[in-house]
């Protein structure tokens, strides 16, 4: 008979319910003499690469503290999701696991339908090195077409740099990039994506020159929220308060969403939305 789980041992019985739940035969283990669904301490400690004794200690509470190596090997062991990977290191060590970098391509239908509904507020959603892969037709009025550039052109630090129309909309364009730069370096620091990034970092600095400036200054800032006024084709002003949401599930992507600051503001995006194809 196996010893009993050490009481309010949280990790084992995760650890254990998880490894209840696998298919053993879909991993190629026997299903003779199995009175127990699932796999066996020993199986998830052969997947593992650890050694079953000290697997079965920490199952019962009695192995001390695993090493996050040790976890991420058994969180692949046991297939976990990413939330069950995140919830198996808060267990094991009380912080989540590293940051793991995952490009995104596009969102969810669902996503998009919520981006759609905000009719006069335009929103975005973007990734962790901000590229934009989603947006609604307020943003592609009222901020860039995005559907008319290449994918690798909607990056919000390219546009910013690298556009002439997106800068002469900015009524303050310095202090605007050097918020973006610095938020920017926190998010893919955040994420993992610093190696990523390297490659896009020295292009845009060969291109540059205040970019390469502004990035060795090694600023960091927060996006959350605020206002932004940009300058109208017309000349005049459109003023908008912005909130910056993280996807939940999804960590590496951030939905921005800009308001109408007044009635004014929300009638000229009217008027673009007018004239602008749908």
């Given at each position: ?56 200690w920490l199952e019962q509470g009695r192995g001390g503290a695993p090493s996050a190596d040790v976890l991420d ?134 291109q540059s020159a205040e970019f390469d400036a502004m990035w060795r200054n090694h600023d960091v800032s927060n ?56």
């Amino acid at each position: 008979m196996s010893a009993p789980l050490a009481k309010d041992n949280a990790l084992g019985e995760f650890l254990r319910d998880r490894r209840a739940k696998l298919d053993a035969a879909a991993l190629g283990f026997p299903l003779v003499r199995r009175r127990t669904p699932g796999l066996r301490r020993e199986e998830v400690a052969q997947r593992a690469n650890v050694s079953a004794t000290w697997y079965t200690w920490l199952e019962q509470g009695r192995g001390g503290a695993p090493s996050a190596d040790v976890l991420d090997r058994i969180a692949r062991a046991l297939m976990l999701t990413d939330v069950e990977r995140e919830h198996l290191f808060l267990l094991g060590l009380g912080r989540p696991p590293e940051v793991r970098y995952q490009a995104v391509g596009d969102v969810t239908p669902r996503l998009q339908r919520v981006l759609d509904a905000f009719d006069l507020s335009p929103a975005i959603v973007r990734t962790a090195t901000w590229d934009v892969i989603a947006w609604n037709r307020a943003a592609a009025a009222v901020l860039t077409d995005y559907g008319e550039l290449m994918a690798a052109d909607r990056n919000i630090l390219r546009l910013i740099f690298s556009h002439s129309r997106v800068r002469e909309r900015q009524l303050d364009w310095e202090s605007v990039a050097r918020f973006v730069v610095a938020s920017f370096r926190a998010d893919v620091a955040r994420a993992g994506a610093s190696k990523e990034i390297e490659s896009f970092v020295a292009e845009l600095s060969n291109q540059s020159a205040e970019f390469d400036a502004m990035w060795r200054n090694h600023d960091v800032s927060n996006h959350g929220g605020g206002t932004k006024i940009f300058r109208r084709a017309d000349g005049g002003l459109l003023t908008m308060e912005y909130s910056a949401f993280t996807v939940d599930g999804r960590p590496d992507l951030s939905m921005i969403v800009y308001n109408p600051a007044t009635p004014e503001d929300a009638a000229s995006i009217r008027a673009l939305l007018a004239v602008s194809p749908d």
